[in-house]
């Protein structure tokens, strides 16, 4: 009788180990998947900044942040869009990068070949001249879709010029995954992005993702960042 007690109580603490385990690897696998999410919306942002210092170095200034600016720096005198003012960032880094000009295309190819990474959540165009040679010179028989990059969440990418930001030049809608929008304005971002001690900007350029979470954090908290983190350094 003894004996048997004993057992009832030894299968109560199999059970309840067993329970335990399965909990820490229903954890660990959901850890896992999130993880490897964020290494993807890592990697994507590497991708883009090696491909935004190549342009760098041959035009000497990072890629526009507004369709005024990229039309102003790489096709004078030619019309571009009429913009709608949304994801207009992250729209006119990939544009400047599709250029065939000063020996780009920049762009760099499986990436803008994934469409998991490449929409056009606002569905806004660019006209039919500014692909032509004399204009951006992409390359012929393209979309004319005024395409963003999304991260693993389905929101896009957001990518600031840091020169335009410090003139005041930045006023622009993110239109997330799920249709709605949030407002990035030059005021707002030249405080968030500022780092906490030094006042410094992120390099020329930023470029983050919102993180799992969808909300802007101009790159703290979740956010994914063009920038070694201002948490990390603190
Ligand atoms: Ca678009
Ligand atoms: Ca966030």
Redesign the pocket.
């Known amino acids: 009788m003894h004996r048997r007690g004993f057992t009832l109580i030894e299968i109560m603490i199999v059970i309840g180990i067993i329970v335990i385990l399965m909990a820490v690897l229903v954890v660990a696998f959901s850890g896992a998947f999130s993880k490897s999410e964020q290494a993807e919306a890592t990697a994507t942002i590497q991708t883009l900044k090696t491909n935004i210092d190549s342009y760098s170095s041959r035009w000497g200034t990072a890629p526009p942040g507004n369709m005024q600016d990229l039309a102003a720096l790489m096709m004078p005198n030619q019309v571009l869009a009429a913009p709608n003012k949304?994801?207009e960032g992250i729209?006119t880094l990939i544009l400047a990068l599709r250029s065939r000009k000063e020996n780009g295309p920049y762009l760099d190819v499986p990436l803008f070949a994934d469409d998991k990474r490449r929409t056009?959540?606002?569905?806004?165009m660019v006209v039919e001249s500014a692909l032509a040679p004399q204009a951006l010179d992409i390359e012929v028989g393209t979309s004319r879709?005024?395409?963003?990059f999304v991260d693993p969440w389905g929101n896009p990418l957001v990518y600031v010029n840091i020169v335009e930001l410090r003139n005041g030049r930045l006023d622009q809608n993110v239109?997330l995954g799920n249709g709605t929008q949030v407002r990035i304005t030059a005021q707002e971002a030249q405080d968030a992005l500022r780092h906490p001690t030094t006042g410094a900007y992120p390099s020329d350029y930023a470029l983050w993702s919102f993180g799992p979470d969808g909300i802007n954090q101009y790159g703290r908290g979740d956010d994914i960042t063009s920038w070694p983190k201002y948490e990390d350094e603190e």
């Open positions: 949304e994801n729209e056009n959540l606002d569905m806004d879709d005024l395409f963003e239109t």
